[in-house]
């Protein structure tokens, strides 16, 4: 047990160079605010039931035939009544006052009993119409606060919702659906129950295997949509992430969603992919042991939509930050000729997603940053580090200084031909800490790369012309002790008149002979050539 341990960590150690691959692979921080806004506020938007057909009368006749908006006394009133038909009304009067203003009245509606109401009328089979505006008044209270939520689960709803699921009546059953991914989806805060409970109670009442029934492709795309909200909703939060039962019944859906031609639906499919990929290395490999769904993934990303390619390039992003068959499995879908287009999109989160998606690639095997190099992805990585907005170079620079943690001589080398030294040296002046260090990690690799040829001083020089060497030095005074200790290693190994003699003698080892970096016409514009 001892020795495997033991080989395991020596494999790391020669793979990586000295850098943990989990160090140099970055799973998305637990948040991922930034991406998902726009998002979140389609979801918002999406989650209220808004009733556009029943607009303001357009006639004198229309306006002589319209129905005088109940109170809500009188609907208090009606909705007891033992008339069929009076009861309707209320119910629909209660859906009408949830769906059409801008400000609904939730909180009057709840604290008028008409909840528990509400969900006893779930119950009412052979009354379908009741059902459904019930099930319509229900779904917008749903869709609130966390509190107004909760009041809709506290009443018993999910369990008639996941029944009703069965229903004869499409709008009923697409109503239900709509409900359940409110409450599915739902994060609460400073209540007894999170989102995460809330999501695994609607699981573990029996939701998945009625929703998978309802998987048919020739469906209305207005319900798919509603289907796959849900399904995605079902996929979220990862703090705890969902049971990986549930997670295994929800794929195959899934798998056949990402198949479609609507939009909306191959958003949040995607969406549903790429929570399930945030996290541990057999959630990913579920994934892409479905026959399918990678490929697709990767088509997706030449999508024209922009609100296709941001969760189909997350998952993607995902998927790499695996191991390195999972890594590889991308790879062999010719992910990386898609990349052009992506890290020259003309959206700035997209390039920064293609960048941190790379990042993970050149976290890996030797033959898969060859890969990156061969689809000529590294100019155009240089490219965002110099001309892109601040957030996409950091995700650049990340790419160059994985590249040089854990690639060849050679490789460096032709990291250094492509100009990436120069951006590098300019982001130096950053004040952004973590940035600092992964750029201090890469010029410090590139001159290790160096100093095993014996070619330091060529380096060193370039670092001089492109005023490296005084923001290097500059940053030996940086509040950050890590910082510090970098950039002084740096100074002290190549710039210090002890030793720099001694750094422009080649190491005795084996790369160094079967591999130099060309010192031809060197200057801080022309790079290396080999």
């Known amino acids: 047990m001892a020795e495997n341990g033991t080989h395991n960590a020596r494999l790391s150690a020669y793979k990586n160079k000295g850098k943990d691959i989990e160090d140099l692979r970055r799973r998305r921080v637990e948040t991922s605010v930034e991406i998902r806004k726009q998002k979140k506020e389609e979801t918002l938007l999406k989650r209220r039931n808004v009733d556009l057909s029943d607009d303001e009368p357009t006639s004198p006749l229309q306006e002589q035939n319209r129905q005088v908006a109940m109170t809500m006394s009188e609907i208090i009133t009606s909705i007891k009544s033992l008339d069929a038909q009076t009861v309707l009304n209320a119910t629909q009067a209660v859906r009408k006052l949830l769906s059409k203003e801008k400000n609904p009245p939730i909180d009057r509606v709840i604290e008028a009993g008409l909840v528990d109401v509400l969900v006893t009328f779930l119950d009412c089979n052979d009354k379908p119409s009741l059902q459904f505006e019930a099930a319509w008044a229900l779904t917008n209270i749903a869709s609130g606060t966390s509190e107004q939520t909760q009041a809709v689960v506290r009443a018993g709803a999910v369990p008639h919702f996941i029944r009703l699921l069965d229903a004869p009546s499409i709008n009923l059953v697409e109503q239900c659906i709509w409900a359940l991914g409110n409450i599915a989806g739902k994060v609460f805060i400073f209540i007894e129950c999170d989102g995460a409970e809330m999501r695994d109670m609607v699981t573990a009442n029996g939701i998945i295997e009625p929703l998978m029934?309802?998987?048919?492709?020739?469906?209305?795309?207005?319900?798919?949509?509603?289907?796959?909200?849900?399904?995605?909703?079902?996929?979220?939060?990862?703090?705890p992430p969902p049971k990986m039962k549930a997670i295994k019944a929800c794929l195959p859906a899934l798998a056949s969603l990402?198949?479609?031609?609507?939009?909306?639906?191959?958003?949040?499919?995607?969406?549903?992919?790429?929570?399930?990929?945030?996290?541990?290395?057999?959630?990913?490999?579920?994934?892409?042991?479905m026959q399918g769904v990678v490929p697709r993934l990767v088509e997706l990303l030449g999508s024209v939509d922009a609100a296709v390619v941001t969760p189909a390039l997350r998952t993607v992003g995902n998927i790499v930050t695996g191991d390195d068959s999972q890594t590889q499995v991308v790879i062999d879908t010719n992910v990386l000729q898609m990349m052009p287009g992506l890290l020259q999109h003309s959206k700035a989160s997209i390039k920064k997603e293609a960048c941190w998606m790379l990042s993970n690639i050149t976290a890996g095997a030797v033959e898969q940053i060859q890969a990156v190099i061969e689809h000529n992805l590294i100019p155009l990585v240089i490219e965002v580090l110099c001309t892109a907005d601040f957030k996409s170079q950091k995700e650049a620079a990340w790419t160059i200084t994985n590249l040089t943690s854990g690639g060849t001589v050679e490789q460096i080398s032709y990291v250094v031909q492509c100009g990436a030294l120069k951006p590098l040296c300019e982001l130096l002046a950053s004040k952004d800490t973590k940035l600092l260090h992964v750029l201090l990690d890469g010029i410090s690799n590139i001159l290790q790369a160096a100093d095993k040829v014996g070619q330091v001083e060529p380096i060193c020089t370039m670092l001089e012309e492109m005023g490296g060497l005084d923001k290097i030095e500059q940053l030996q005074n940086h509040e950050n002790q890590q910082v510090y200790k970098k950039a002084y290693d740096i100074i002290e190994k190549y710039f210090g008149e002890d030793g720099e003699d001694e750094n422009l003698v080649p190491e005795g080892n084996a790369e160094a002979n079967q591999y130099q970096f060309s010192t031809e016409n060197i200057s801080s514009t022309q790079g290396f050539t080999f």
């Open 213 to 239: 029934r309802l998987v048919d492709m020739s469906a209305p795309p207005a319900f798919l949509r509603n289907l796959t909200w849900t399904f995605s909703n079902l996929c979220r939060n990862k703090n």
């Open 258 to 289: 990402i198949q479609h031609s609507d939009k909306e639906v191959l958003a949040d499919t995607c969406w549903a992919f790429s929570y399930i990929t945030d996290g541990a290395n057999n959630q990913i490999q579920e994934v892409v042991d």
